[in-house]
């Protein structure tokens, strides 16, 4: 099975310019999340997805940051304009997530896209 | 509102030796939790998962974890370590049921030392 793709692997930009990630779940997974994980840091969500629809975007910085999900499959997670504080590994991850067999499925995680920003 | 503590964030062991990785959380009601493993410039792979049942509970390349409701806490061992097994552990807690969120402890990172 495929895992999770994301690219690019790396990004360097400057500070009030545009980014964007993009992320392939495995085939078949409903839910999708984009986590940012700062140096030193555990994971933090940002936003989840279940199909195409938004279920936490609680902690996701809405006047700079944006994610979508189109057809319930690919998602791109958007940072315009970047701060230095983006400074980062953007992480994504996808689990089967059904609402019948929901909580106890792990996360599937792809390799990340490390951000830095000059 | 659900949380996790990693006691040590860095920790070292020599060859051989007994891995002790240590969690604690904190959850209104009897969660999930996980703990994965994280190699350098790579994403978490899942180590092992508690849901209900057994409160041993084995993972993968030789690591088990044991959760103790009266203490909170979800410790994750392996008896003799290996050159491979250094990396950084996440613990993670999950409510139950429904659309609930992952909470990631600050991670601990495991040097062996040969």
């Known amino acids: 099975e495929a895992g999770v793709a994301q690219s690019p692997r790396y990004k360097i930009i400057e500070k009030r310019q545009s980014v964007a990630f993009w992320c392939n779940p495995i085939?078949?997974?409903?839910?999708l999340y984009w986590y940012q994980q700062i140096l030193g840091q555990g994971p933090k969500l940002l936003i989840q997805f279940q199909n195409n629809g938004v279920v936490d975007d609680s902690q996701l910085p809405k006047d700079r940051f944006s994610a979508e999900r189109l057809k319930g499959v690919d998602s791109t997670l958007k940072i315009q304009p970047a701060k230095l504080e983006d400074s980062a590994v953007y992480l994504c991850a996808s689990s089967p997530g059904s609402r019948e067999r929901w909580g106890n499925q792990p996360q599937h995680f792809g390799d990340g896209t490390r951000l830095s920003i000059l | 509102a659900q949380s996790v503590t990693q006691l040590g964030s860095h920790v070292s062991v020599s060859e051989g030796a007994l891995v002790l990785l240590r969690c604690n959380y904190s959850s209104s009601v009897p969660p999930y939790l996980f703990w994965y493993v994280q190699y350098p410039n790579q994403g978490l792979q899942l180590l092992l998962k508690y849901t209900t049942g057994a409160t041993l509970v084995k993972g993968i390349n030789g690591f088990e974890a044991e959760f103790k409701k009266s203490e909170t806490s979800f410790h994750l061992t392996k008896p003799s370590a290996h050159m491979s097994d250094a990396a950084e552990y996440f613990c993670?807690?999950?409510?139950?049921?429904?659309?609930?969120?992952?909470?990631f402890g600050t991670g601990t990172k495991l040097q062996v030392i040969p």
């Open positions: 085939s078949g997974h409903a839910t």
């Open positions: 993670a807690v999950k409510p139950p049921g429904g659309y609930q969120k992952v909470t």
